[in-house]
């Protein structure tokens, strides 16, 4: 049976990148890209686009029957930081479109859905070294809150309907084909294209809070790697810890300046310092290794290398 694919959020960070490479492996006309926003042409132009905002339930399953959808990646969302500004839409949002798609297949709609959690799950009480897959998780964000409900949500629905539902707990992302949206680590992207463009960079966190981290292209491997893998090895149904490579602003900074030698840092911390000391600064990913064979590729040195490369490709064409 041919699989056809719903991305939901599909003009994001996240989603603007698997729909290009969901698109190389199913086919463009088996992946529907769906936003309440347009894409970049990339995506727009090589496949199906549907205006959908994840609230209206109505036009989701309409979308859903119209395309004969099977699998639904659901990336819609409020992120922390943009989140915390208001409190009723994040909650609103969070909930309630991930409700909508794990009812889909609940009611026989669609065989299986990937729906994302977070580091943010993790809070001030948790083990902040190396934080293994079961441990304390008391999120003080209105993000992570939605997260660690939706993970209970997750394993409820598979143990209660049998839906088979798929989840990583991101680390902080960083990618250069689409701009972050609202996220407390969205510094580890900005900077790259303001040592570019300026050759500085203001940074809202201190400079030794150390994040765990992921390359854009780690992170839509790892998550086609667990949709593809067999359901046997998919053995957490709340989600699993994934780890990247681990580094403070600092750090970072002075990989930056190992190919921009005059690149100046300063730092400017604001209430984004507060929800980064809260998170883990190195992540256990033992179970997603052993269970469907994760493996990192990217380090922080080709990561670096790889993000400079293409953005100064992408500023020299629009020059």
């Known amino acids: 049976m041919q699989e056809v694919i719903l991305i939901i959020g599909s003009s994001g960070q996240i989603g603007t990148e698997l729909v290009i490479e969901l698109r190389k492996i199913y086919g463009n006309e088996n992946v529907i890209a769906s936003d309440i926003r347009q894409s970049c042409d990339e995506v727009m132009n090589s496949g199906p686009f549907e205006n959908l905002d994840i609230m209206d339930e109505k036009l989701l399953r309409n979308i859903v029957a119209k395309y004969k959808v099977t699998q639904v990646y659901l990336l819609a969302a409020l992120l922390s930081a943009t989140a915390e500004q208001n409190i009723e839409l994040g909650w609103e949002l969070n ?126 491997r790892a998550t086609i790697e667990l949709m593809e893998a067999p359901a046997e090895q998919v053995k957490i149904r709340s989600s699993y810890n994934l780890a990247g490579v681990s580094f403070t602003p600092k750090t970072l900074s002075e990989e930056i300046s190992k190919h921009i030698p005059n690149f100046k840092m300063r730092y400017q911390p604001d209430f984004r310092q507060e929800i980064a000391s809260s998170w883990p600064s190195s992540i256990d990913d033992t179970h997603a290794q052993n269970d469907w064979g994760w493996k990192l590729k990217y380090t922080l040195e080709k990561m670096t290398l790889d993000m400079l490369r293409n953005l100064k490709e992408k500023y020299k064409k629009i020059a």
């Open 95 to 220: 909930m309630r479109s991930h409700s909508h798609v794990l009812d889909l297949a609940k009611d026989g709609l669609v065989k299986k859905i990937f729906w994302p959690s977070s580091i943010a799950v993790f809070g001030s009480t948790t083990p902040m070294e190396n934080t293994p897959q079961y441990t304390v998780m008391e999120p003080s964000t209105v993000y992570g809150i939605t997260k660690q409900a939706g993970e209970r949500w997750n394993e409820y629905y598979f143990n209660k309907f049998g839906v088979d539902v798929r989840s990583i707990r991101y680390p902080g992302l960083i990618g250069w084909k689409a701009a972050p949206g609202g996220g407390t680590t969205d510094y580890a992207v900005d900077i790259f294209h303001k040592a570019i463009t300026d050759g500085k960079y203001e940074c809202f966190l201190a400079e030794n809070i150390g994040l765990p981290m992921m390359y854009m292209p780690d992170a839509i």
